[in-house]
Every structure is written in C-alpha cells, then in structure tokens.
C-alpha cells in the first residue's frame, strides 16, 4: 500500500435475495473474489462490505462485479466511502 492511498470500504448488495438457507451463488461468487484479493470481506444475509486499500479495493470490485453478474446476480447496489480519517 502507498502511504497516500485512502482507506475506501465497499458496500454492496446482490440481488435476487434467496430466503433462508445457503447464500445465493452469486453471493458466494462476490465474497469470494474480494477473498483471492486478499482482502477480508463482510459477509452476511443482506449484503458485503470490505474495507482496505483503495489500491486493492477498487480493482477487486471491478471483479465482483464481473462474478455476480456472471452467477446470476440481476441487481448489485454498490456504495463506495472514502475514510478521510
């Protein structure tokens, strides 16, 4: 990480939403990109979060991105906060 890149966290939804039981593939799929980067997500029935490197963070986005649509995700609703801290 370079000593100036901001600390961004990602939040985002997949949709269609799956009632109870295993998370919906293209859940699964987002999760597990942010993971092969390295980056430590959030997990849970509602949505994903992820904080880190905006250096590492956008690019992995980029793929969850990729990944949900390509699972069968029909909506992703992201939000993207720098920390100005």
């Known amino acids: 990480m370079h000593p100036t890149d901001p600390q961004v966290t990602a939040e985002f939804t997949t949709e269609p939403f799956h009632g109870e039981g295993e998370p919906p593939q293209h859940a699964l799929a987002a999760r597990d990109r942010l993971r092969e980067a390295g980056l430590e997500p959030d997990f849970g029935p509602l949505g994903t979060?992820?904080?880190?490197?905006?250096?590492?963070?956008?690019?992995?986005?980029?793929r969850v991105l990729d990944s949900a649509l390509a699972s069968g995700a029909h909506r992703i609703t992201l939000q993207v906060t720098v920390d100005e801290t």
Do not use: E, W, Y
Not at 50 to 60: E, I, S
């Open 49 to 62: 979060s992820v904080t880190g490197a905006r250096d590492a963070v956008l690019p992995a986005i980029s």
